[in-house]
């Protein structure tokens, strides 16, 4: 009894807006209307009839004049299959009326219940995109993702720019022009570091320093900072790589204990030469200060030679690293 009230209640608002008919003034002419788009005039609160231009508070009555139901005026109008075809108002006066009866009436939440154990399942999101495959998306739909996304978008680079403001600030500097040329230019920190100390990414670097007149350096262009930086990294991923927080002293002590330069070298995935210089860094308790045994059991302080520009490293004696 409750649902054929509501339902009445529906009907009745329907039939006043086919009684409502007229066309807002300035409301465009039938068929000049956007496909995917429901069109409403804003100052009355009515939607307006694709089809002949004028305006109704509820299109589900008046469509069958055009020989249409409204699922086909949906259909034939690119709109969603579930947009109400009412006017604001309507739809509020339709959504309180819904929601006394499924508060009154338990008959009504046990109907409801099955579909919404079917939603916290997810059994509807899994109809919902099978009907989206099947059927394809209308404009409407589309569109509204389309806004959605772009909206999302905005809303992510605000927070963005807020936690870059507030990174700025925290570093001490008046604004971000004044951080790129702190960190980047003056400091001669890496595009790296000054990105890490920023909290951005490269890319997002490279735009900031165009927008802001800073100059990249020019690649293969090393500032001392930006060695030093490069050299730490370096540390810092064979020591993750091992299990260690002091890569020196871990190289000199399984160099002590008898492994070769070539296996700490794979060990660390690092080359020989790095190791050497490691080992040489960090001399064990014991031995002279700057004396750890070299690769071909001789000093550590003769160290390896390069053959030309680039070419393969070997101990002075000339012979191989074990």
């Not at 329907?14 to 409301?27: H, L, Y």
């Amino acid at each position: 009894m409750q649902l054929n009230t509501v339902g009445r209640s529906q009907r009745r608002l329907e039939g006043a807006g086919v009684d409502d008919v007229r066309r807002p003034a300035g409301a465009p002419g039938r068929g000049a209307f956007e496909l995917g788009r429901l069109a409403r005039d804003e100052e009355s609160d009515l939607v307006l009839c694709h089809v002949c231009g004028r305006g109704f508070r509820a299109l589900g009555s008046h469509v069958r004049v055009h020989g249409m139901t409204a699922a086909e005026y949906r259909e034939e109008f690119r709109l969603m299959r579930t947009r109400a075809l009412s006017a604001r108002a309507v739809s509020r006066a339709r959504s309180v009326a819904q929601r006394a009866v499924y508060e009154r009436s338990a008959r009504t939440r046990a109907d409801f219940a099955a579909g919404q154990s079917m939603a916290r399942s997810g059994a509807l999101a899994d109809r919902a995109r099978r009907s989206l495959t099947e059927h394809g998306a209308s404009t409407e739909l589309a569109t509204e993702r389309a806004v959605r996304l772009e909206a999302g978008r905005r809303t992510q680079g605000a927070a963005a720019a807020a936690r870059l403001a507030e990174r700025v600030r925290t570093l001490g500097f008046d604004g971000i022009p004044a951080a790129l040329r702190g960190l980047y230019v003056e400091d001669g920190k890496s595009l790296e570091a000054t990105a890490r100390a920023l909290g951005v990414g490269n890319e997002q670097l490279r735009r900031l320093l165009d927008r802001h007149l800073v100059e990249v350096r020019p690649v293969g262009h090393n500032s001392p900072t930006g060695r030093s930086a490069r050299v730490a990294l370096n540390d810092l991923a064979a020591a993750r790589r091992v299990g260690t927080d002091d890569i020196g002293r871990w190289l000199t002590d399984h160099r002590n204990g008898g492994a070769t330069v070539a296996e700490l070298a794979r060990l660390t995935g690092r080359s020989v030469p790095w190791v050497v210089s490691r080992i040489r860094r960090r001399p064990p308790g014991g031995a002279g200060e700057g004396h750890v045994a070299a690769p071909d059991g001789h000093s550590a302080d003769h160290g390896p030679s390069v053959d030309g520009e680039g070419g393969t490293r070997r101990p002075r004696n000339g012979s191989d690293v074990p």
